[in-house]
């Protein structure tokens, strides 16, 4: 749905910034470098034996949703194969990489370790390639330049081309050697020369013309064009593993150097014994130093977490006026592609982490409709969370399916049903969706494929609840206030703190946007609690005797993500160009019905 | 501009300036306080000037006869300081052409986002939400709504251009200041054509000038179309009424047949 949108907006914002970045990493380059791929091999030779004693690159932490896809993804698209002992670690043409499944904050983009680069002999083929795969399965992320070509033959660079990891890695394709092989980490910077001597001064680095090497990683350092990159902290692309054999005599190289860090030390989830150095470089890369024979740290597995969430008390923060704070940017993106009812067939009290993520997946290409252009070529639905695993919505009547539904509710729905298959005569025969007014409660609160920004924000006796599609904001107050009875759209919302819990209930809907039959005799009672600082819990009840015999109630949870994610202006109305194609195609299906059929 | 006219703009600007000096001081008026000790704005609020008419002082003009008195509008003194909007002369030719366009072309007669300054002076209420980290304004049109960022590094790159832009606000004293850029271009300031660009930044003040009212202040500053930054300065009025609430206006129906008209079965040109 949602043919409202004319250019969804994290599109927009993505190739801005692309384009600035682009532009950067032009300027810098652009006289440097004659052959990359000879000078690449020159550096190798010449620096190994100028870092510290055996400081080597030991893998490169990539968050991800899961570990097992990330795996499946990296080896079909890239020179990756499996490291058979180590769960989450893929061989990529000469780097290690270590899948941890996290949520992360964001993609690498923005970050100060923008993308990390692969040579292949012929970029073009290969980008050609990873078009033609399509969106199916995890699917490649193509990042297009500002003329709409993939690839580019850019002075001091070559052809190059990104892509990005389903996680929001952006990767750059270089042509480059024989290939395809591991080529150089990218490090955006706000001081490239400054950047460039720290990891001289700190770790030993030798300066190359395009950054520095560090044992046989190269580091490939350009200017941010927006300022201060962002660090990799809980990013996309976490930190970078280096390997080094004596962990002390580093850690008073870095003490003399002036550089904060920890360790060396063995974390209390380490497989074993070994030690290891945290330490943040210049424009927050992290950095792990381990000792050899380090075999990483235990993952937190989701199960745990979900646990914790459940069981734990959670105490929420409160506003200064005293009131639960629920305020905050959140999303409904890892509830979306819950079914309302439980499947008939399912046997299962939740899914498996790969079977939610699957079922995610499912939904988003099933709705994404004339999208497929833009989920491809942006970071359009990446999502730092991982899908839900709830069965279904519904959690009252607890078989999770809809109680019995009335004749008139039968009729309803078969009337609405009818209504879609007509050929409109106009704007009013279509959906209060298509034509921008609403998608009505509580279907506006129900997650979808894209725009599924929730902002609540708070002043003393009010809750304002705006979610971004369509743009439509509900003022709850929560003081008693006898309701206007004058008949709305969305009802008219009152609110109560029940504990930590704010229970709204709706009615005097005008019931133009029905919601399966339910309008004008429609009462739902929402509860919002929070269950930790991320999480929001969203209860809702439906009732309304002529449509179901019994009230019943589903669920499901929007999560916290204001570091990555802001409301975008949605102007639906004003883009709606679906309805102007929309009714003159409809006007040409008369005109076709009307003359005689061609004998 | 009439001798007349300009006798009533020199009052009008003298009671701004009169007023202007009264409220900015932290000894003036009670004027009601939140938790942080700043001036609170939360509320229902609406003009009650003719500003969304005309921005510039009028005498009252005709407009539809089918509809007769309502498609009038009342005479108005204006609330641009200086009197008239400094327009590059081309700019002034295409105001002129966008009245006599202004029941098709204005974009409030399309049920668009009505872009800011415009959205405080439409005759409708809006509400002010001061939370502790940001301000949320939700204005009772076209569900239009704006977060005034109060907790984010100013000024922060708009991540798209929008109708309503991106604001950021901050405090000065017991003045609220927002600053706000990222337009799209596409709004108007009134119904009587007045118009910007996307270059437009504004800086808007809020001023409580007593527990009740509250001085408006916006600052236009739009290389493109104007030869200068200029000023409008109008009163907004709490509603004082118990029941008084922001209530749907979707008016998005009631575009459809100027919109989509000639696409209706049996449109006579379709």
Sequence with gaps: MGICVEVPPRTKRASINRRKEETSVKTKLRTKILARSSLMAVGLILVASQAFAGLSVHHIELAVSQAETAKKWYAMHLPCVAVAERPGRIECGGMQIEFVSRQSIGGSQGT????????????????????????????????????????????????????????GTRIELIEAGDGPAFHHVHLASMDTKSTAQWYVDALGATATDQGVMLGDLAFHISENAEGRPAGTLERAVDHIGL???????????????????????????????????????????????????????????????????????????????GEPDLQGMWTGNSAHGIPLERPKDADAEELTSDQAAERREQGTLRSIWGYEREWRDTTLGYDRFQASR??????????????????????????????????????????????????????????????????????????????????????????????????????????????????????????????????????????????DADTLEYQFTVEDPDIWTSPWTGMFNFKRDEAQYELVEYACHE????MTNILSAARAKDRELSEPSGE | MN???RLCLALVMVLLVGCESTTTTSDGPAIPRGWDGNPDLNGIWQTLSTANWNLESHSSYGGRSEIGVLGATPPGLGVVAGGEIPYQPWARKRQQENFQNRYTHDPEAKCYLPGIPRAHYMPYPFQVLQGDRKIMMVYGYAEANRTIHMDKENPQPAPIDSWMGRSHGRWEGDTLVVEVHGFNGEAWLDRAGNFHSWALKVEERYTLVS?????????????????????ISLLLYRHLEDDAEILEFKCVEYSEDLLYGHLRRGATTN
Aim: proline fraction near 7%; charge should be negative; aromatic fraction near 8%.
């Design chain 1, 390 to 531: 709830q069965i279904a919505m519904i959690v009252d009547p607890p078989d999770g399916r809809l109680p019995e539904v009335t004749d008139v509710g039968n009729k309803a729905l078969a009337d609405a049903m009818a209504r879609r298959r007509i050929v409109a005569a106009g704007p009013e025969d279509l959906t209060t969706y298509v034509r921008c007014i609403t998608r009505g409660l509580p279907n506006m609160m129900m997650p979808g494929v894209y725009n599924n920004g929730l902002q609540i924000q708070q002043s003393p006796g009010y809750v304002a609840v705006q979610k971004e599609m369509i743009h439509e904001t509900r003022i709850i107050p929560t003081s008693a206030r006898p309701k206007s009875g004058v008949k709305q759209w969305l009802g008219s919302s009152r609110g109560r703190w029940q504990g930590d819990t704010l229970i709204v209930e709706v009615t005097d809907f005008n019931g133009r946007a029905s919601y399966r039959g339910a309008g004008e005799g429609l009462k739902l009672t929402e509860r919002y609690r929070l269950l």
């Design chain 1, 112 to 167: 100060s370790v923008n993308h990390i680069s692969f040579a292949y002999p012929d970029v073009v083929a290969k980008m050609q390639q990873l078009e033609e795969i399509g969106v199916g399965g995890a699917g490649v992320r193509l990042q297009r330049f500002e003329d709409g070509n993939l690839t580019r033959d850019e002075d001091g660079v070559g052809v190059h081309g990104f892509i990005f990891d389903p996680w």
């Design chain 2, 211 to 231: 527990e009740n009212v509250l001085r408006y202040e916006v600052t236009m500053n739009d290389e493109e179309v104007y030869t200068r930054p200029w000023k």
């Design chain 1, 575 to 578: 883009g709606n160009y679906g």
């Design chain 1, 243 to 321: 390997m080094a054999d004596d962990l002390n005599a580093i850690a008073t190289s870095l003490t003399n150097a002036g550089v904060d860090f920890r360790g060396p030390e063995s974390p209390a989830n380490a497989r074993d014994g070994t030690e290891r150095i945290l330490l943040a470089g210049p424009d927050g890369v992290r950095l792990e130093l381990v000792a050899p024979g380090w075999d990483g740290i235990e993952e937190v597995s989701d199960n745990r977490v979900q646990m914790t969430a459940v069981n734990e008390p959670f105490d929420p923060p409160r506003t200064p006026w």
């Design chain 2, 3 to 5: 001798s007349a006219r």
